[in-house]
Each structure stands twice: as C-alpha cells, then as structure tokens.
C-alpha cells in the first residue's frame, strides 16, 4: 500500500495531537517494513525514519499566513493534489481532516474530541468557527473508517458528527518509549540546574488552553500552601503555539495568570517554563512529587499516561477520559472545587501510603498502552479499508 498521512502537527510536536502524531508513526516504523508511507507536512522538520517512511515537504502558499483560511487551503486542495500526485491508496488524516480525493480512496481519520464544541468561547472567533463546522461536515461526508482515542471521546462526538458509536473504533494513544527511562543521577544534576530546580515540585503540562482550568489549578495551589503549609513550587509547562492558526480566545495568556498568582501570593512558588523537549518533559516527570491536571475535558489527557509511566503519583479531575485512561491509578477530583483539590495533592504529598499505592498502580495500568500494540492495529484498520476499497470500487 502507499499510505498517506496528514503529518501537520508534526510542527508542533509539543502539541497533544503532535504527540499523537510522532507516537504513532515511530511505532508504525518499527513494525511496517513493506508498505510505503507518504507524510506530508508544511515545512522541514527532523526526520529520522526508514526508507519506507518519505517526508513530503509541501509549503503552504504565501497568502493569508496564519490564519484559518490559509490552513484551510492547504488541508483541502493541496494534500487533495498530494493525493493524485503520489498515487496514494489509503490516507490518514491524524486529526479531524480529510481532503478532497481522500474520499475516491481508502480513508481512515481520527477525531480525538468535541472540545470546539463543548465550551463556547472555543467557536467565538468567527473564522475558526467556520473552519471546524465546515471540516466537520466534510469529514462527515468523506470518512470511510473512524478512529479515536477513548471511549468518552467516542460517545462524545458522535452525535456532533452524525456517527453511529458502534462504527467508531477506539485505538487510545501511546507515550515516548523515553517517559519508562529511568534517569541517572547526574542527568537530573544536570537537569534542576538547568531549569534552576531548588525546591521540591508539583507539575502540570498539558497546555494554556481555557478548558484546562489553570486558574483554579493555581487557586488550589495558593490553598496548598497557605493552608497546609506547603513550602515547593508548582511548574507550569506549556506556551501558546504561534506556528499555525490557532484563535486567540481558547488559551490563558501567561501574562494574566502571573497576574492572578500574585493576588493568591504565590507568584515566588509558581514557574511558567514554557515548552521543553521530550527529553526534559521525562526528567520533569521523574522528579516532580506530584502530577496535576484539573482539566474541564480531555479527549485522552496524554500527560497524564506519561506522569503514571514514570512513576508519578496523579491528581487528575474526574470529568472527560482521565477516569477511563487512569481507572483507579490517580486521586481524582472535583475540578471547581479548590479546596478539595488541594487536600487530594496534600494527601499524596504526605500520605506514603497513597503515594506508593498510586505509583504501583500507574506503572502497571500504563503497560495496557503498549504502542507496538496500537500501531498493529492502526496498521490492520489500513489494510482493512484498503481491502473493502478494493472491493467496493474495483470494476
């Protein structure tokens, strides 16, 4: 087969849907070694794959840079001319995409959430409003085969999209093989004096956008230590993408949470570090105390399967995935309430047994995510669609 994959947030690794991307490739690359694949994306970025996994560089045109319209063009027409061009016999869009031509062959598309639905100040621009309603409808139209990340997700969108649940098939994600390194002692030296580290550390990642709740999160934090006397620092991982169209009412501004952690008088105590390579990302895991994430919805929560299989106790909010990712192998709360979040990171904080029980219980429910597994079945659904291409439109 010569598959195509729709490889744009490959740019912007550091993104969920990145993740998601690099993820899964990487372990397709190890267990596919016949079938050609096709990776399109907008610009150069490091590639390090087999011969049989070919990077296609197709720039955006110069018009409207950044911006929905823009991007809107690229996924549409240009992968739609990509398509023809390289002949291709199953595309995968990796986020919820597919471009024209896409539906004249064998198709797969992953749609990994409903967030642009679930909160209103997600469709206030107006432009990115027309971008997802109209993608949505396209993919509605196109789709041979869906895909996505949880069940919850599944129920989710479903209806959004006009999919019958029981047509969506759950393939969940996997993490970086390097969050289960443990690492030396003198790379973590290294490491907190780098980033400056002097205290012990609560850690969040996940990203700035509004659904994530981090307002509350540095509310139950200023509770954490005004309250229950905690003397370390909360680190804040994540910026605000500005490589691609993105809508300026879904993120926090960094600018503004600085502001409110100093009304909470906690602004010594909370460090916003930014985007970090995978390589830090697994250090910070691996020397927190603690992970937290209060999110409003996820689709999968990734860091959260990355905290657990470094052996990172989690504090985790009890609405979207995080239940179905991380069953019993976190602290799950309320994410409004800030006084009940910051008694459940006391508790993990200080009760060595809880902490041991979460660690134990992380390890062993990440293994269930086992990424050559995944890839295996991603790779059976290709061949899957390819075969009822065949024989549907063979003449």
């Known amino acids: 087969m010569r598959i195509g994959i729709n490889g744009y947030y490959l740019?912007?690794?550091?993104a969920g849907i990145g993740q998601y991307s690099i993820n899964l490739l990487k372990a397709l690359a190890e267990i596919d070694k016949e079938n050609k694949y096709y990776v399109f994306v907008p610009k150069e970025i490091e590639w390090d794959f087999p011969k049989n996994f070919i990077l296609k560089i197709i720039k955006p045109l110069p018009l409207f840079?950044?911006?929905?319209?823009?991007?809107?063009?690229?996924?549409?027409y240009q992968l739609g001319w990509a398509i023809k061009q390289y002949?291709?016999?199953?595309?995968?869009?990796?986020y919820q995409s597919l471009p024209r031509n896409s539906d004249k062959i064998?198709?797969?598309?992953?749609?990994?959430?409903?967030i642009p639905w679930r909160f209103p100040f997600e469709r206030k621009q107006l432009s990115y409003r027309l971008y997802t309603d109209y993608r949505k409808e396209l993919v509605k139209k196109r789709a041979k085969k869906v895909i996505t990340v949880s069940e919850i997700s599944k129920l989710d969108f479903a209806p959004i999209y006009g999919f019958k649940p029981e047509t969506i098939e759950v393939t969940y994600e996997s993490v970086d093989p390097i969050f289960w390194?443990?690492?030396?002692?003198?790379?973590?030296?290294?490491?907190?004096e780098q980033y400056q580290i002097k205290n012990n550390f609560i850690l969040y990642t996940g990203g700035l956008k509004r659904h994530k709740n981090l307002r509350m999160l540095i509310k139950a934090f200023s509770i954490l230590v005004h309250d229950y006397n905690y003397k370390g620092d909360l680190y804040i991982l994540g910026a605000i993408r500005n490589t691609m169209a993105i809508s300026p009412f879904i993120y926090y501004q960094i600018t503004d949470l600085e502001k409110y952690a100093r009304m909470k008088k906690v602004n010594h105590q909370v460090k916003f570090v930014g985007f970090v390579s995978r390589k830090d990302m697994s250090l910070f895991m691996h020397t927190a105390e603690c992970f937290v994430?209060?999110?409003?919805?996820?689709?999968?929560?990734?860091?959260?399967?990355e905290a657990m299989t470094s052996g990172c106790p989690s504090v985790l909010s009890n609405l979207g995935a995080y239940p179905e990712i991380a069953q019993d192998a976190a602290l799950f709360v309320y994410p409004y309430g800030a006084h009940r979040i910051a008694d459940a990171l006391n508790k993990v904080l200080t009760d060595e047994k809880i902490r041991n029980y979460l660690i134990k219980r992380g390890l062993e429910r990440a293994k269930f995510f086992d990424r050559i597994?995944?890839?295996?079945?991603?790779?059976?659904?290709?061949?899957?669609?390819?075969?009822?291409?065949?024989?549907?439109?063979q003449p």
């Open 181 to 192: 390194e443990k690492p030396t002692p003198s790379e973590i030296k290294k490491f907190k």
């Open 65 to 76: 840079t950044k911006t929905f319209f823009n991007r809107f063009i690229w996924e549409e």
């Open 293 to 305: 994430s209060i999110s409003l919805y996820e689709g999968f929560g990734l860091p959260a399967l």
């Open 87 to 94: 002949k291709i016999d199953v595309f995968h869009g990796l």
């Open 11 to 14: 740019t912007t690794q550091h």
């Open 106 to 114: 064998a198709n797969v598309v992953t749609i990994h959430d409903a």
């Open 373 to 393: 597994k995944i890839a295996k079945r991603v790779l059976e659904i290709y061949k899957e669609v390819y075969d009822d291409y065949k024989i549907s439109f």
